[in-house]
């Protein structure tokens, strides 16, 4: 499978800023799938990314696939403690391949 | 969205014995479903795809005699942990495909596994 990397491994934040987080490949993905597991819980389906370029918005999060399909990224706007969780990209071929995560604490 | 669930949803055990662990679509039909284990602060790491009437396809390094897998209907597949030792204490969680427009994978509410 293809393997992907994602940076930062965690997160604090203030409620009200910003979040970003980096999902990188050294080879060309078909696409990537983002998921968020809150503590506890168990992973659940955000998004998927198919196209060169593509970014797609859900409320305050967007995700955006890069144009060469090796990177992508999932920013946050105004963090909510109800953002809390670890945010997970994958490459998806037969199987789902994770990323490592990125564990976002946000503190009101 | 397609609902999978799993039973039991903890488990404590003695070392040496073995758990059976069920996965289950609720309301759609799923022939392939994948078995993750994940550590405490972890990423998901891919045991094997079970494949309904045939044999699991393993990892590398995953021992398919420790985790026997059964596919025997298009709604259940079981994860076996047999002799289990205390390393093998984690977090198994399971998923199944929906074929629908986005490929996108449904996971199990996940089991704790802990074994003294």
């Known amino acids: 499978g293809q393997q992907v990397m994602q940076i930062p491994q965690y997160q604090h934040v203030q409620e009200g800023e910003d979040f970003t987080t980096y999902c990188n490949s050294s080879?060309?993905?078909?696409?990537i799938q983002w998921y968020k597991q809150r503590p506890g819980g168990h992973p659940v389906f955000l998004i998927q990314?198919?196209?060169?370029?593509e970014v797609k918005k859900q409320k305050r999060l967007t995700f955006q696939f890069g144009e060469a399909k090796k990177n992508s990224s999932l920013h946050i706007t105004a963090t909510q403690t109800t953002d809390v969780g670890t945010y997970f990209c994958?490459?998806?071929?037969?199987?789902?391949?994770f990323g490592k995560g990125t564990s976002l604490l946000v503190t009101p | 969205g397609a609902v999978v669930s799993q039973h039991p949803s903890w488990v404590i055990c003695k070392s040496g014995t073995s758990v059976k662990i069920e996965c289950r679509s609720l309301?759609?039909?799923?022939?392939?479903m994948f078995w993750y284990r994940q550590f405490p602060k972890q990423s998901l790491m891919l045991m094997a795809t079970?494949?309904?009437?045939?044999?699991?396809?393993?990892e590398q390094g995953v021992e398919k005699d420790k985790f026997l897998i059964n596919h025997a209907s298009l709604t259940l597949s079981t994860l076996t942990v047999t002799s289990a030792h205390p390393e093998d204490s984690s977090f198994y969680i399971c998923?199944?495909?929906?074929?629908?427009?986005?490929?996108?994978?449904?996971f199990g509410p996940g089991t704790r596994l802990t074994v003294l």
């Open positions: 994958a490459s998806s071929g037969y199987a789902l391949n």
């Open positions: 080879t060309t993905l078909s696409n």
């Open positions: 990314l198919v196209k060169s370029g």
């Open positions: 309301d759609f039909q799923a022939t392939t």
């Open positions: 079970s494949n309904e009437g045939s044999k699991a396809t393993y």
């Open positions: 998923s199944a495909r929906d074929y629908g427009p986005y490929n996108e994978q449904f």
